[in-house]
């Protein structure tokens, strides 16, 4: 069984390696006849005058003439295309199919990525405690990762087969552009394909003694190179979305390292790499549940209970600074380009955060509900337990608003009836003041769920508990002041300039809240007296939240990633190479719809299908009866 798998295994290197030195090829075609086709249309005058010096703000760099800094390598500019320069295949969009398979490689990849990271952490922990519960979990773990691992290899080759197939030009501009960088991201993922088969494979050959800490060496080999790929090919991203080392014909300037170190490139960096820690989370809690319910031994549903709480733990924990390192991300894109701001939360896209804020207020709903339920598996929870009515209140409340938009679509009857277009009582809830003291005390009070389920358990034992707890309830008490007061304060009664200072405190004052409870608890509850946990008596209902997460993750990263891609409007590298294709417009908002439900349910279906092929693994089929007289 273990030779066939190796064989397998085996295969998929040699067929990607196979893919790689096709797209090569196809590279170097497309490259070519750029080339030539720029030779033969366009002369060196024609060239010069499309390169003049131009102070680009927000890249805050000064670009020269060709002749005043000569680039490194041969001046590629970017092309000018027409219609007619982009194939279609019998007439489908060509950017509805690149859609499909840029999502389905993004989701996976996030997947496959995250999963490691916490995985090594959780194998740490075993190790440090001396307990394998966390051993095996890190490595069932790490059994579901790798069927999705394959998975992002077809859909991330089926993606660079359509990207050369139907935007040639596109792809040899950006890889001139990139230059060698492509080949270190050819190597870092072969490589990164090395450390996680030798990874799994070597899990149980080297699980004790000295040979652990080499199985930890190897763990933490594959995140370095697969963070890394994360980073290279963020630096793509947001070439596109804010070029730098380029002029504005699209020469390179300056070094690879001017092109990656673009304006948006650590905002990106940081909100994927904490976005897909959350989303792995929720993708292992909805496999924890998935498993919970088909199981009917009381020790298997015990093992991924505790499974699922682990899981919802991760991706709760990393969500709750998610909607900072948006924040920063967006202030960045602002900063870049006030219109491209103004795209995305100001005209037609404003929208969608409307649906933002359901999907995040549905993220947030169930995973205070799912530790609601889980403090039933011990004896203590019954001291906090009155509290959640109070907690649930707060957050429908904050959900309410944030959802509540500012103006509506009204016809003029509509509109002389409301007086206006927009509620004279519910629109100043619209805006954004309003909208920043939801979230934040919806991060406050969700993290508040999650202190008192971390408690439920544990009876403390230092003295200075009563200060501990005084202490821990003056700083949620001034925080929520603070929050609601910086909101209302700042954003209804002074101008502009204050209303964006003041969401930096209230930031302030919810990371002040989440890191002190860390400190604090960490701190009393040392050497605490632990009570029973009686894992597996959690009820179904708590299952169905662990699925709704990965759901409500999957078309969040797909409304996103639309939005994202939507501020460069008609630009396939904003200002520098125009988009003259057919499909040159935002989408509308149906269509996107339409195509983000498209994108998130067949994901969900292949994670269904991995489930299951990992569930195989634990079957054995009994032998028949009538081989065993045929050897006898």
Sequence with gaps: MKMKWLNNKLIHTFVTALLLVVLSNSFSLALSNSVHAAESSTDLSSVEARIRPVDRGGLGAEQFRL?????????????????????????????????????????????????????????????????????????????????????????????????????????????????????????????????????????????????????LTLGLMLNVTGTSILLLANAWVTFM????????????????????????????????????????????????????????????????????????FIAILAFLPLPFAGYWLMAEIYAYSQQMGITAMGGILAWLFIVQAVLIGTILLAGNYYLWSGMSRTRGSERYSWMIKYIALVLVTCFLVWVTPHTLILNASEMKLLGGSHHHLLGPLGIMPAKNIAVNLMLIFTFLSFQLYRRSDKEVTVSWAGFGNALMVSIYIVAIVNVIFAGVYYGYFTNTVYKVGSSVTQVVSTLVVIIAGVTIDTLMFKGAKQQPSEWGRVSNRAQYALFALPVAFTWLMALMGYVRSSVRTDWHVYTVMKDNSPDNYIPAIGYAGNMMTIVTVLFLLFVLFIFWVASLSDKKQARPAFLDRETA
């Excluded at 519960?133 to 990762?145: G, L, N, Q, T």
Aim: hydrophobic content about 50%; some cysteine; overall charge positive.
């Design 67 to 215: 002749e005043e800094k000569p680039a490194a390598r041969m001046p590629f500019p970017a092309p000018r295309l027409k219609k007619g320069d982009y194939p279609r295949i019998m007439g489908v969009s060509s950017r509805s199919i690149v859609w499909v398979l840029a999502q389905m490689h993004l989701f996976f990849a996030a997947f496959v990525l995250a999963v490691p990271l916490f995985v090594l952490v959780i194998e740490w922990i075993g190790v440090k405690n001396n307990d394998e519960r966390y051993d095996d979990m890190a490595h069932e773990c790490m059994k579901i990762s790798m069927t999705a691992y394959s998975i992002t290899a077809i859909f991330g080759g089926s993606l660079a087969f359509a990207l050369f197939l139907l935007y040639p030009q596109f792809m040899a501009y950006m890889f001139n552009v990139f230059d060698t960088q492509v080949l270190i991201y050819a190597f870092l993922f072969f490589a990164e394909s090395a450390f996680l088969y030798i990874y799994y494979y070597s899990w149980y050959a080297y699980r004790y003694g000295n040979k652990k800490w080499v199985h």
């Design 241 to 312: 979305m804010a070029p730098s080392g380029v002029n504005e014909a699209g020469v390179v300037t300056g070094t690879i390292w001017d092109i990656m170190r673009g304006p948006l490139w650590n905002p990106i960096n940081l909100h994927r790499f904490i976005a897909n820690i959350a989303f792995g989370g929720a993708l292992i809690g909805a496999y924890a549940a998935y498993k919970f319910l088909s199981s009917t031994d009381l020790k298997a549903r015990a093992h991924y209970d505790w499974m699922g709480y682990t899981a919802n």
